[in-house]
């Protein structure tokens, strides 16, 4: 069966230091992997999407890159992080059209 | 512009009362929506999507595309069903689906 793995599920950042969420998919191949974050108050809110190895879309302009290196890992990376990163960060994978995502466990930054 | 609009933050009903938690949507295609729980200390789970059109937990919810609603109803509500509850909208892009996420609705079922 497939599975998603997050990590690290807590992770408290001074300002203007980097940052690296990873997450890993198994049990399936060439999945869609998203990040999303919820910012205190609001919804997800979609920020990068990739379908394939080192195929990254963008949906919001921010201070926040992504990057897939390997056909089942997703890291979201900054070089700077700024006090707005603050936020609950979650990944997930979908296989495309028609086809409902699966979540991680999510990781909750705080910047300090 | 694609929005999903949840009114309430927060529904706190007693058990065996009915439940409808409300979600509009507005979407220039032809809309593919679901609804997301997350219980307390779980991951974002798939609780039901509109083209399977099943019940799940008790749980359905219909699409109304003249009204633009796809509300979560259960006629009699239990107190295991307490979560933070997420009407979703795919915004569907060549060969993948974006979901477009309400800001979530927290049932509280009170005994």
């Known amino acids: 069966s497939q599975t998603i793995h997050q990590w690290p599920a807590t992770l408290v950042q001074p300002v203007g230091s980097p940052l690296s969420l990873e997450c890993t998919v198994e049990?399936?191949?060439?999945?869609?992997l998203y990040w999303y974050r919820q910012a205190a108050g609001r919804g997800l809110q979609l920020l990068f999407y990739?379908?394939?190895?080192?195929?990254i879309s963008s949906e919001v302009p921010q201070n926040l890159s992504a990057s897939r290196p390997q056909d089942r890992q997703f890291i979201l990376s900054s070089k700077k992080l700024l006090l707005s990163d603050s936020g609950f960060y979650l990944c997930?994978?979908?296989?495309?059209?028609?086809?409902?995502?699966?979540f991680g466990d999510g990781t909750r930054l705080s910047i300090l | 512009a694609q929005r999903v609009t949840q009114p309430e933050k927060l529904l706190s009903v007693f058990k065996g009362a009915p439940v409808e938690l409300k979600c509009n949507y507005s979407?220039?295609?032809?809309?593919?929506l679901f609804w997301y729980v997350q219980y307390s200390r779980q991951r974002l789970q798939l609780l039901l999507r509109?083209?399977s059109r099943e019940s799940i937990k008790g749980f359905t919810a219909d699409l109304n595309k003249g009204e633009t609603s796809f509300h979560l109803k259960k006629p009699f509500a239990q107190e295991e069903d307490s979560a933070m509850y997420y009407c979703?909208?795919?915004?569907?892009?060549?060969?993948?689906?974006?979901?477009?996420f309400g800001t979530g609705t927290l049932l509280a079922v009170q005994p």
């Open positions: 979407y220039s295609g032809s809309p593919e």
């Open positions: 049990g399936t191949s060439n999945p869609n």
């Open positions: 509109h083209i």
């Open positions: 997930a994978w979908g296989l495309g059209y028609n086809q409902p995502q699966h």
């Open positions: 990739s379908v394939g190895i080192g195929q």
């Open positions: 979703a909208l795919s915004d569907y892009g060549g060969a993948t689906n974006k979901l477009i």
